[in-house]
């Protein structure tokens, strides 16, 4: 019997490829598959959307052709198909969920009067959450310029909160990343997800907790990618190696898609969009997993240097590739092979991306723009150093990135994209 693959839409983006596929899902049949029969299809849950990317025309049927995938579950036959539950559908549980909020506007959008809690009375410096939105300003042009510039074109109330959200994820990673991460332990991510907790009831405990819990008064933020940003945290405690993409996906996701989830609720929905929420928090999520993805084939080398391995154990083994030639380091064929289907689903998560970029607010677009544009040339940088991100460093020059302004502010101009189809 014929194996049909349904997709199911997590970093997809409905509403915005028109028509009613991208509400629920759509169909597609993988080259690597036998050729459907007209019979009752079963309806089978596989990730990734991105983990199957196909292979040549030319190359369908040949079985020394090896497909591109992770870990596409396909029930082949019989008249019981399994249905696997997959990090792609929790993420986008989690997705649903925030659309939900942002459109039952549980939390008012608009600048209210609350007045702040005695415990953030005492958290914030004498200059009130005024200094401690320049603070987060500060941190953030410190540490991220290419964005810190785009933000200023957005509103204040929405630049601060953008701040403000920045600086909580800078400082959850560097408790695994910075200088103190060799004596972080499970205890102390228990401690930060309780003092994010007490953030959000309004119990800061410094003026940066003091913004952010400020932030989430005037906009509809929930506490879940927040939380799952620090289950991130704790994988990198205890995991080194991902057998397959389901499961770096879902760690992608819990470092870097969150922050996406996290924003969408500040940047806001263009009033004019016909874009699905769902479809602008997939979108979102879409281009936190590419950031993620290609922070991970930049540093690869770096990243074995600490015994860390990033990369789809499944898929290096079909390549003939091992742990030992990563952590040799030396640009082979199989290994240019391998790293450019890696970085053709990078590039699938960017394209994904793009669409709900014009979605959002106009003054909100840029720094989005300009960060897909700066992170997707890290690709570019990739192929150009012929696949040794062992030794070398891909980065984007100061030339490069100077020019990907302009073209990311006239990108944050266009028409959203839902609206293209209709004019047209």
Known sequence: MAAAVTLLRAASSPGLAGGDAGRDGGSFHCPRLPPRKKAPRKRILCSLKYGCLGVDPAEAG????????????????????????????KVYDVVLKQAALLRRQLRPTTTTTTAPSSEMVDAMPRGGLKEAYARCGEICEEYAKTFYLGTLLMTEERRRAIWAIYVWCRRTDE????????HITPQALDRWEKRLEDLFAGRPYDMLDAALSDTITKFPIDIQPFKDMIDGMRTDLKKARYN???????????VAGTVGLMSVPVMGIDPESKATAESVYGAALALGLANQLTN???????DASRGRIYLPQD??????????????????????????????????????AERGVTELRKESRWPVWASLLLYRQILDE????????????????KAKKVLALPVAYGRSLLLPYSLRNIQN
Do not use: H
């Not at 040949?62 to 559908?89: H, I, K, M």
């Not at 389901?246 to 819990?254: A, G, H, Q, T």
């Open 315 to 352: 898929e290096l083994a079909e390549a003939g590739l091992s742990d030992e030639d990563i952590f040799k380091g030396v640009v082979t064929d199989k290994w240019r092979k391998f790293m450019k289907r890696q970085i053709k689903r990078a590039r699938m998560f960017f394209e994904e």
């Open 62 to 89: 040949r079985t020394a052709a090896s497909p591109v995938y992770s870990s596409l579950t396909v029930s082949p036959a019989g008249d019981a198909a399994v249905v696997v539950v997959t990090s792609e559908q």
């Open 244 to 254: 397959n993409f389901d499961e770096l996906y879902m760690y992608c996701y819990y």
């Open 296 to 302: 991970i084939l930049r540093d690869v080398g770096e």
């Open 175 to 182: 408790l695994v990343d910075g200088p103190n991460a060799s």
């Open 382 to 397: 990739i192929e150009a150093n012929d696949y040794n991100n062992f030794t070398k460093r891909a980065y984007v020059g």
